[in-house]
């Protein structure tokens, strides 16, 4: 079984920058294609960003394209997400996401993942 646990989330003013990152439990890791989503009240889990394990194919959400950065350490069972130029509508609880294989099938939704994280608050200030 998989764990993931979020850290980096908090407050930033707008135009500011954030890392997140998402360590897993199990060595399983390396094999897992990863994603990150978020959730804003009121709205559904939406894709932001996602990464093979080799970190040969990435994809991100329009919406955050040119201002965030998905990367991963495998040596540390980690994925980060930098966050730059952030913007109020940014603002959510940001989940990290693991797939058991290393699958980029169906990569922007989130039926697809069979692990999560418990969440990390993102609050952009205006």
């Known amino acids: 079984q998989v764990q993931l646990v979020e850290s980096g989330g908090g407050l930033v003013q707008a135009g500011g920058s954030l890392r997140l990152s998402c360590a897993a439990s199990?060595?399983?890791?390396?094999?897992?294609?990863m994603g990150w989503f978020r959730q804003a009240p009121g709205k559904e889990r939406e894709f932001v960003a996602a990464?093979?394990?080799?970190?040969?194919?990435?994809y991100y959400a329009d919406s955050v394209k040119g201002r965030f950065t998905i990367s991963r350490d495998n040596a540390k069972n980690t994925v980060y997400l930098q966050m730059n130029s952030l913007k109020p509508d940014d603002m959510a609880v940001y989940y990290c996401?693991?797939?058991?294989?290393?699958?980029?099938?169906?990569?922007?939704?989130?039926?697809?993942?069979?692990?999560w994280g418990q969440g990390t608050q993102v609050t952009v200030s205006s």
């Open positions: 996401a693991a797939k058991k294989l290393d699958y980029e099938l169906g990569y922007a939704n989130r039926y697809a993942y069979d692990y």
């Open positions: 990464v093979s394990w080799s970190g040969d194919r990435i």
């Open positions: 199990a060595p399983t890791f390396t094999r897992s294609f």
